[in-house]
């Protein structure tokens, strides 16, 4: 098993079993604190919340895109933002006060910068591991000394 797939394998373990549990464990201990009805209007509190700071930023990000596309210019950050804030979105409708914050951290202007970076590291790895050539096989491309830099000439126009 590759490096790769040990690193996926880990992260699906982490997704599916212990944000669960921690989850769980985060809403006994607010309910143990507060009471069981004031978690869940809580709960629903924050998906609300969620949902206004979505559509908020989630305009904001597509006026964005649209501004940078009427105007030429390469709309990456746009494209991050807009990722950023599906994921967000995402995690706060997830029941659950850790995937809230969590959701909420992607979306607000202020801490997205950060990640944008880190999406934008992912995407580069991604980006070049994917072109590099094959050194082996039937996609193996030239190397640099099997090139011959030459001119071409037209033998009928040399007279």
Known sequence: MTARRRRLSWLLVLLFLVMPLAELFVIIQVGQLIGVWWTILLLVADSIIG???VRREGARAW???QNALAAG???STEIADGALILLGGAMMLTPGFVTDIL???LMLPLTRPFF???LATIVQKR?????MPSTFGPTARPRNDDIVTGEVIDKDNLA
């Open 51 to 53: 949902a206004w700071i």
């Open 63 to 65: 006026t964005a895109l």
């Open 73 to 75: 210019k390469m709309p």
């Open 103 to 105: 959701g909420v951290v």
């Open 116 to 118: 944008r970076r880190i």
């Open 127 to 131: 980006l070049v591991t994917a072109t």
